[in-house]
C-alpha cells in the first residue's frame, strides 16, 4: 500500500491510498484509517479484485448474507465512509458495484476484496468525529450523531 496527502484545508485532509495486487482491501483500508487516526472520512475508490464477498442485509436474520465473487471484476464503483466503531477503532462501510465479464454486475456491502491489479481510493478526513454505534434492534452499526458531538 502506498498513500499520500494531496490536500489540507480548514482541517479537512484529502488523501489518495493505492492498494497493490494480492492486499485484501477491507482490511487494509481499516488499517490505514486506524494507523492514521482517522474518526471521520468519506471514501470513493476504483480499480479490479480477482475475487471479492460482499454482503446484502437480511433484516430478518440481523445478518449478512455473503455473496461470492469468485473472479476478476472490475470496481466500478465503491463508496462509503470511516467512523469510530464502538471499540473505538476505524470503522468501515463501504457499498460496490462489482463489473464480471460478461458485463453483469454485482454489488452489496463490501466484505472482502482481492486487489488485482490495484484499487484507486479517496479518502476525504473531515476535523470532526463521527461514531458508529450497535443497534441491537437492527443487528447491525449506524452513525449515531448525538455520540458523535464532543
Given amino acids: 500500500m502506498k498513500s499520500v496527502k494531496i490536500a489540507g484545508d480548514a482541517g479537512a485532509e484529502t488523501r489518495v491510498v493505492i492498494l497493490e495486487s494480492g492486499e485484501e482491501a477491507f482490511a487494509a483500508l481499516t488499517k490505514f484509517a486506524n494507523d492514521a487516526g482517522t474518526t471521520a472520512a468519506s471514501l470513493t475508490a476504483i480499480g479490479a479484485f480477482e475475487k471479492a464477498t460482499v454482503g446484502w442485509f437480511d433484516f430478518e436474520k440481523k445478518t449478512y448474507k ?12 465503491a463508496i462509503g465512509d470511516v ?3 464502538d471499540d473505538g477503532n476505524a470503522s468501515l462501510h463501504v457499498h460496490v458495484v462489482l463489473g464480471l465479464s460478461d458485463g453483469t454486475t454485482r454489488g ?3 466484505l472482502e476484496g482481492r486487489v488485482r491489479p490495484t484499487l484507486e481510493v479517496v479518502l476525504i478526513d473531515t476535523p470532526g468525529h ?18 458523535g458531538k464532543r
Wanted: charged share 35%; net charge neutral; with cysteine.
Fill in 83 to 85: 467512523a469510530v466503531g
Fill in 130 to 147: 463521527l461514531r458508529r454505534k450497535k443497534k441491537p434492534d437492527l443487528g447491525i452499526a449506524l452513525i449515531d450523531l448525538e455520540s
Fill in 108 to 110: 452489496g456491502h463490501l
Fill in 66 to 77: 455473503k455473496i461470492e465473487v469468485a473472479e476478476q471484476c472490475e470496481v466500478l464503483s
